[in-house]
């Protein structure tokens, strides 16, 4: 079975969007809704996720970025979360294909360690691992409270995510780990220098999960452009759809025009 891509929106401008951590692309409808006059869209259901659960893939940036490189035209490439790890591994390989990189509550590291203070609690990645083994349904939705943590209407934010994370049917549990696996161990923050793309990196003022100045960090490093939003937390396309559409003005701006 192959990967999961819906296609949507009707706009001359290209993009995929890759969703985070136990999602699946569902969740980005409020920003499909936002962009699907400017935009076609190509939103991934990763690897056991959605209706990709039984694809076989594993969840490993590169093999992920390829074959969602095999089935869209090239374009600008979103990711949320985890999925951030997903699109900027393309933009610095295949920059071919990925012809801008916006980064949503995303970064080249998600642990927090000794030379890198803006990360998350590595425990937290660990227990949440752990926890996994033994309660899934509960582990989801701890990691769930987090992700609405910070905006402006928490329990929104929380009713909304725990509705669409089963709406495809649950995500693999062996996904599940190997995703845990992903955010304690990856590191590209060596690489940001290399990327060859246009680049904006947005944050929520209020995320609990990528602190802000992890984004503002990464996005000098490669010269992209850092836009906070004021009053969201780590899924800022629940509630602030239209502010991120905004972000990605320039982006896809100049993708159609290089000059």
């Known amino acids: 079975m192959t990967l999961h891509i ?3 929106g009707h706009g001359p401008q290209p993009l995929v969007l890759i969703h985070g951590w136990a999602m699946h692309g569902g969740v980005f409808a409020p920003l499909v809704q936002a962009l699907a006059e400017r935009c076609t869209l190509y939103v991934a259901d990763l690897p056991g996720h959605g209706h990709s659960r039984h694809c076989g893939l594993p969840l490993e940036p590169h093999v992920v970025a390829d074959a969602i490189a095999r089935a869209t035209p090239p374009a600008p490439w979103l990711g949320w979360s985890l999925g951030g790890l997903v699109a900027l591994a393309a933009a610095l390989d295949l920059p071919g294909q990925v012809q ?3 980064m949503l509550c995303a970064t080249p590291k998600f642990v ?9 609690d590595g425990t937290l990645v660990h227990q949440l691992a752990l926890d996994l083994e033994t309660d899934y349904r509960a582990t989801l939705e701890r990691f769930l409270a987090l992700e609405a ?25 062996r996904v599940l780990q190997e995703g845990i696996v992903l955010l304690e161990r990856s590191d590209l923050r060596a690489r940001l220098a290399q990327l060859a793309v246009p680049s904006v990196w947005i944050a929520g003022r209020r995320d609990r999960l990528v602190p802000p100045a992890a984004m503002a960090w990464s996005a000098a490093q490669c010269g992209g452009r850092f836009v906070e939003i004021p009053h969201a937390g780590h899924a800022p396309f629940i509630g602030h759809a239209d502010a991120v559409a905004a972000a990605l003005a320039p982006l896809s701006v100049s993708m159609e025009d290089p000059a």
Do not use: C, I, N, T
């Open 100 to 102: 801008g990189l916006a």
């Open 112 to 120: 927090r360690g000794a030379d890198w203070p803006h990360g998350s």
């Open 6 to 8: 819906d296609q949507l």
């Open 149 to 173: 943590m910070g905006s402006d209407d928490p329990k929104a934010g929380l009713r909304r995510l725990r509705a669409d994370v089963f709406a495809r049917g649950e995500p693999e549990l």
